[in-house]
């Protein structure tokens, strides 16, 4: 069968002991699955979470490899009654306006809805264009444009929009641009345009993720442009993400941008840590992991701003803590991390994080490096030395060269200065982690 050769290759490519503790654990659903969906089923959350999350982008291009076509990977648990089902329609269906030989089908991840969405100051408006969208389609705001970076929510607010009117019987069809075009190349090889077309161009929702991936793609855009064409002008809601605003989109049609910017462009930002936190909070909730709030500050202000690399970091603690046998600690999770934040630490300078504390402390970068003994100088510098030492893998010698300091004490006298300040107030250390919050954002995202 397919999926043994897929599994077989998977197995050469990851960790055995990772093969034997979740990829053996799958089953798979021949009969739902299709060309562009491929449905796994897991014995418990955690395993389902876990495969999804680490290795859901390597099955589907394993899949691409052996087939010519790259799947949507759904990984469930066995049984559930969460599933969100396909929908479909059949040759014999009667349904108004649906043609026979027409379908429709969507894919949605039922947690991701409104009321699971962390809302804050950085996606504030996006959330609440999404949700007038889902309340209303085709009536306002058509088409709707969200783009950010990755990991902010953007997909999120795509499947909360189709949950939002699936629960209402109304057709959703989601899928990625990647998809789109997969699918495209498939039917125009074959001659089945016409099924093509029946079903992306029927529906009452099309969600597109990912657009920018259009960039070039002549022949794709031309048929979304026309494709574009019937849902508007049918009053049917469209709604795109993208990494980047329609007009930086390179090799962008001027038409097909055009109708972009018909309706609504909204952008997500970067979460601030308080977004973050409460984010990195509601996730562990939804898997039902517990997680003190000392190790939530700790991820919040070390992991950047991507959530799904987040959310995959809290199931990964919950995962080897139960393995283990043992409790999430401050010191389990730093160790449990390392490697990421080491990956991180990595892109991060000295002079970035003197750059950033100095216009956050209201004091000029030369006089964080001087010799002055102003006492908002003194601990401006000795926060820059911390973070430094905290955020890069520079020695305290380095250090102590790089501010002029006679020797690797003065660094070492710096750090305990702030450690106590840390334990002795908590809106210093609050004050400490925003800081370190906004250097990893700005010179690593």
């Avoid at 108004?96 to 804050?120: A, D, H, R």
Wanted: hydrophobic share 35%.
């Amino acid at each position: 069968m397919l999926v043994d050769k897929i599994l077989d290759l998977l197995k050469q490519e990851i960790p055995q002991i990772e093969f034997e503790r979740y990829i053996k654990q799958l089953s798979y659903d021949e009969e739902a699955s299709r060309s562009d969906i491929a449905i796994f089923y897991a014995p418990n959350p955690l395993v389902a979470r876990w495969v999804k999350t680490r290795y859901g982008d390597k099955l589907s291009h394993l899949f691409e490899l052996k087939t010519g076509i790259k799947p949507q990977i759904v990984v469930e648990v066995k049984n559930s009654k969460k599933r969100v089902p396909v929908q479909q329609t059949s040759e014999n269906s009667t349904d108004t306006g649906v043609s026979k030989n027409s379908s429709k089908s969507t894919i949605l991840n039922p947690s991701y809805t409104f009321e699971s969405f962390v809302v804050g100051s950085s996606n504030q408006f996006a959330y609440t264009a999404a949700l007038r969208v889902a309340e209303k389609p085709g009536v306002q705001y058509n088409p709707l444009f969200i783009y950010g970076g990755a990991g902010l929510g953007k997909t999120h607010l795509l499947h909360a929009i189709g949950n939002f009117n699936l629960a209402r019987n109304k057709q959703v069809i989601f899928t990625s641009l990647e998809q789109f075009m997969n699918q495209f190349t498939h039917h125009l090889r074959n001659g089945t345009m016409d099924r093509f077309r029946d079903k992306y161009r029927s529906c009452d929702i099309l969600l597109l993720d990912d657009i920018q991936f259009l960039s070039r793609k002549e022949e794709t855009q031309k048929e979304l442009f026309h494709t574009f064409n019937e849902l508007h002008g049918n009053g049917k809601q469209i709604v795109m993400t993208s990494d980047q605003h329609p007009k930086k989109i390179a090799g962008l049609e001027e038409r097909l941008r055009s109708r972009f910017e018909w309706g609504l462009i909204v952008d997500i930002q970067p979460p601030e840590l308080e977004t973050k936190i409460a984010i990195i909070k509601k996730k562990c909730e939804l898997n039902g992991i517990h997680i003190d709030n000392e190790i939530v500050n700790y991820i919040a202000a070390n992991m950047g701003n991507n959530i799904r690399e987040i959310e995959g970091i809290i199931i990964q603690l919950n995962a080897f803590a139960n393995m283990m046998n043992q409790s999430i600690t401050l010191e389990f999770a730093k160790n449990v991390v390392k490697n990421q934040i080491k990956e991180r630490s990595e892109n991060i300078t000295i002079d970035d994080i003197v750059k950033v504390a100095s216009r956050e402390l209201n004091v000029k970068p030369s006089e964080i490096k001087s010799k002055s003994r102003s006492r908002k100088i003194v601990e401006a510098r000795r926060i820059v030395i911390y973070l430094a030492r905290s955020l890069t893998p520079n020695s305290m010698p380095s250090l102590a060269q790089y501010f002029g300091m006679k020797d690797h004490t003065a660094v070492s006298h710096a750090m305990k200065k702030i450690n106590e300040m840390i334990d002795k107030d908590e809106n210093f250390k609050a004050k400490i982690e925003e800081l370190s919050h906004k250097i990893t954002s700005a010179t690593v995202e």
